[in-house]
T-cell receptor, first 113, second 117 residues
Framework: AQTVTQSQPEMSVQEAETVTLSCTYDTSENNYYLFWYKQPPSRQMILVIRQEAYKQQNATENRFSVNFQKAAKSFSLKISDSQLGDTAMYFCAFQNRDDKIIFGKGTRLHILP | NAGVMQNPRHLVRRRGQEARLRCSPMKGHSHVYWYRQLPEEGLKFMVYLQKENIIDESGMPKERFSAEFPKEGPSILRIQQVVRGDSAAYFC???????????????FGPGTRLTVT
């Protein structure tokens, strides 16, 4: 069975610092997607970044980038120059051809002024 | 192009009542997924539907829960005889017609928060 593990339940960093959120997953598939979703207090699920497993290049979206290590089944999210608006729950997620998305339990991130 | 719409956004039911949650997918999307988020947890897959077909209901509780996606109208997630443990946020996501190979991106609605008193 596919699983997604986020080992950091909660993190706090100062505004403008860089923070890295960890995620590992388990699958026997070769082709799949990995995601980071942000869930602010409004509870809306916001897609932050997506990585296709067949692409070796790490995805980036402005201040957000990932470190995708396929052999190690690791998919960490780096947030640079963190802002107060980055405060939220962050979920790592996995999707393969079965289409259902499997989510980790989340990391609660606090950006401190 | 409006996003995925869910209503109601908040629903309060007493134990034993029925809850009906609605999801209108994005225009042109023919696939709908329902996920449940218990307090302090990640989202968990419940069911995957196409128009008039249930494709995968492996995440649905065997009793009291049902889902449909009729030819016309929104997808409905129905919970009969609700209990306190059903209190959660229920999210719907939609995706366009699938092709070969990798899956298509799912677009999430804002969720319905169900509270059972």
């Amino acid at each position: 069975a596919q699983t997604v593990t986020q080992s950091q339940p909660e993190m706090s960093v100062q505004e403008a610092e860089t923070v890295t959120l960890s995620c590992t997953y388990d699958t026997s598939e070769n082709n799949y997607y990995l995601f980071w979703y942000k869930q602010p207090p409004s509870r809306q699920m916001i897609l932050v970044i997506r990585q296709e497993a067949y692409k070796q290049q790490n995805a980036t979206e402005n201040r957000f980038s990932v470190n995708f290590q396929k052999a190690a089944k690791s998919f960490s999210l780096k947030i640079s120059d963190s802002q107060l608006g980055d405060t939220a729950m962050y979920f790592c997620a996995f999707q393969n051809r079965d289409d259902k998305i499997i989510f980790g339990k989340g990391t609660r991130l606090h950006i401190l002024p | 192009n409006a996003g995925v719409m869910q209503n109601p956004r908040h629903l309060v039911r007493r134990r034993g009542q029925e809850a009906r949650l609605r999801c209108s997918p994005m225009k042109g999307h023919s696939h709908v997924y329902w996920y449940r988020q218990l307090p302090e947890e990640g989202l968990k897959f419940m069911v995957y539907l196409q128009k008039e077909n249930i494709i995968d209901e492996s995440g649905m509780p065997k009793e009291r829960f049902s889902a449909e996606f009729p030819k016309e109208g929104p997808s409905i997630l129905r919970i009969q005889q609700v209990v306190r443990g059903d209190s959660a946020a229920y999210f719907c996501a939609s995706s366009p017609l699938l092709g070969q190979g990798l899956p298509y991106e799912q677009y999430f609605g804002p969720g319905t928060r169900l509270t059972v008193t």
